[in-house]
């Protein structure tokens, strides 16, 4: 029956060379599977429960979620075409899902190293170290995307208030508030930008950060920054605007602050999206507890 499929890849469908040798080899793999579990079976006599097993021990073997989709995606094909060609009387692939693919932790910054950016590293008081400065702070004490960052203007930023007017994803707008520390930080920085900047193009407001020409500030700009910056105090490999988002919502979590809130603040859709950082908190916890621990 293999053959028949691998023939009609070939020639009927056109398949590649590499999706064919693919195939093959995930349906040879389930074929010495099922034949050391019981020489008596063949492909036609498969049920669900021994495909799952199989994904089961492909687990255990310690195959990524992907590779076990691909090898189940060629089952499913090879059984579709089985029963089409009335070679099984039926296909027990079809209703079997494959493992979800594991979502990256996000990465993250430690409070010290934060600290280390923020305060032991040498900042003159030209425009670009300030602007620097006050962008790495900005970003670390509200969660903010580079996207909404870059959109800022000098009018959504109310210091009476200490809160910003922030226009998120499909232009929705949330208010997020910021601290003393900020503030003073903002209005220096906006001092030191009228001094020595020059004025905006003000084509679409005042933006509050500016290029080195006047124009508002690219989002490239701002992630060439952050990953200059970053790299002097980590050596994680992401080095980039959203570590710094990331940062923020691991940190308001560790000192107690409600997913709800975060939520809103992050400005999340849904809690669930919020809930990655427990899974982050968790991860940390367990490595402090094996680091610790005695007996860990």
């Not at 296909?91 to 430690?110: T, V």
């Not at 208030?161 to 232009?171: E, M």
């Not at 920054?225 to 970053?230: A, E, G, H, I, N």
């Amino acid at each position: 029956m293999i053959n028949q499929f691998l023939n009609y890849l070939r020639y009927e469908r056109n398949s590649s060379p590499q999706t064919a040798q693919t195939y093959e080899e995930a349906l040879e793999e389930f074929e010495s599977y099922i034949t050391f579990r019981d020489e008596g079976l063949s492909l036609g006599d498969i049920d669900t429960d021994i495909i799952r097993d199989w994904m089961e021990s492909l687990m255990d073997k310690g195959n990524s979620a992907s590779t076990i989709n691909k090898k189940l995606s060629a089952l499913r094909s090879f059984y579709r075409f089985a029963l089409k060609r009335k070679l099984v009387t039926r296909d027990p692939a079809h209703c079997i899902d494959g493992p979800k693919k594991s979502k990256p932790l996000p990465q993250f910054l430690r409070e010290g190293e934060m600290d280390r950016l923020l305060d032991d590293l040498e900042w003159s008081d030209d425009y670009n170290n300030v602007r620097a400065r006050t962008i790495l702070l900005l970003l670390y004490t509200t969660g903010l995307r580079r996207s909404e960052l870059v959109g800022l203007n000098d009018k959504d930023v109310d210091f009476g208030s200490k809160q910003l007017k922030v226009t998120g994803k499909r232009n929705k707008q949330r208010i997020v508030p910021f601290g003393d520390e900020l503030a003073s930080e903002l209005q220096h920085y906006i001092e030191v930008r009228d001094a020595q900047a020059g004025k905006s193009d003000g084509v679409d407001g005042h933006p509050l950060f500016l290029g080195n020409k006047g124009e508002r500030i690219s989002g490239q700009q701002v992630y060439l920054m952050v990953r200059k910056y970053l790299t002097a105090v980590t050596t994680l490999k992401k080095r980039s605007p959203h570590v710094l988002r990331h940062t923020f919502a691991t940190a308001m979590l560790n000192n107690g602050a409600g997913l709800e809130s975060i939520k809103d603040l992050l400005g999340h859709e849904s809690v669930s999206t919020t809930e990655i950082y427990t899974h982050t908190t968790f991860e940390q916890l367990k490595r402090v507890y094996k680091e610790a621990h005695p007996r860990a």
